[in-house]
C-alpha cells in the first residue's frame, strides 16, 4: 500500500501531481458510480488527484468518421492520454457494462494504432442496488483491457452490492469497510503505476510470454 513519505512519491513523469482520470459508466444525474468516484475524489493519496470526465455529448461509434471524430472523443482522448491512470466506475446493465461505456471505451481506441488506452494502468470499482455489486460487468470490462493493452489493478475489488443503503441523501458513501477499500484502490493504483514505470523490465509483455 502507498504510504505518505514513502521512498516513492505519486508523481507523474514531469513532476507534477499524479493525475487520475475516473471515468463513471452512467449518464444518470443521481448515479451511484459518479457518487463513487466523488468519494474516491476525497480519499485519494496526497499528491494525486482525480478528474472525472463525463461521457455525455460522445455519439454513437461510427467507424467512418474515426480518423476524424467529434471533438468531444478528441477531448476524451487527450484527456486520457493526459492521465496518468484510469479508473472506471461502471454500472452493471444486463450482466455486462453499459452501452455508452463500451461506445466511449470503442472510439478511444481507434483508429487502430492510434489508442488512448494504450498501456495504461487501470483500476475497476462499481455500484448497483443488487447483491452482486456489479462483478458480472466489472469481469466483462477487464476483459477489454486485454486487446487495448492495459494494464489492471487485480485488487481489491470494489464491487458496492445494496449500493443505495450505503450513500446518504447528499451522495456521501458513509459505509466505512467500502471507503477503506476505495482507499486500498486508490494506493495501490499509485504504486502500481510507478512501478510499471520505474521497472519497465519486470512486467511481463504481451506476446512475449
Ligand atoms: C440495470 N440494473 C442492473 N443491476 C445489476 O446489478 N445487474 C444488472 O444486470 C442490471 N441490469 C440493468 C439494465 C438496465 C438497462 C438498467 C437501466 C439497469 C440496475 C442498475 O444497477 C442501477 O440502475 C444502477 O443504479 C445504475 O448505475 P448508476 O446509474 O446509479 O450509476
Redesign the pocket.
Known amino acids: 500500500m502507498f504510504r505518505r513519505g514513502a521512498a516513492i512519491e505519486p508523481r507523474s513523469m514531469n513532476n507534477t501531481p499524479f493525475r487520475i482520470l475516473g471515468i463513471?459508466?452512467?449518464l444518470?444525474k443521481?448515479?451511484?458510480?459518479?457518487m463513487a468516484l466523488q468519494t474516491a475524489q476525497q480519499l485519494v493519496p496526497e499528491n494525486a488527484s482525480i478528474e472525472i470526465f463525463e461521457l455525455g455529448g460522445i455519439p454513437p461509434f461510427n467507424q467512418d468518421q474515426e480518423r476524424q471524430p467529434p471533438a468531444r472523443v478528441s477531448e476524451f482522448k487527450s484527456r486520457i492520454r493526459a492521465a496518468d491512470a484510469i479508473l472506471f466506475a461502471t454500472?452493471?446493465?444486463?450482466?455486462s457494462i453499459p452501452g455508452v461505456l463500451k461506445n466511449a471505451i470503442d472510439w478511444a481506441s481507434r483508429p487502430y494504432g492510434d489508442s488512448a488506452w494504450e498501456g495504461k494502468p487501470v483500476a475497476v470499482m462499481g455500484?448497483?442496488?443488487?447483491m452482486?455489486g456489479?462483478a458480472?460487468?466489472q469481469y466483462h470490462l477487464r476483459q477489454c483491457f486485454i486487446f487495448l493493452n492495459m494494464y489492471p489493478m487485480n485488487g481489491p475489488e470494489v464491487m458496492i452490492a445494496n449500493?443505495p443503503d450505503r450513500f446518504d441523501t447528499q451522495g456521501q458513501l458513509t459505509d466505512e469497510r467500502t471507503r477503506g477499500l476505495i482507499r486500498q484502490l486508490l494506493d495501490g493504483l499509485v504504486q502500481w503505476s510507478l512501478r510499471l514505470r520505474n521497472e519497465p523490465s519486470r512486467v511481463p509483455v504481451l506476446g512475449s510470454l
Open positions: 463513471p459508466g452512467s444518470r443521481g448515479s451511484l458510480n459518479r454500472p452493471e446493465y444486463n450482466y455500484a448497483s442496488p443488487s452482486l456489479t458480472r460487468a449500493a
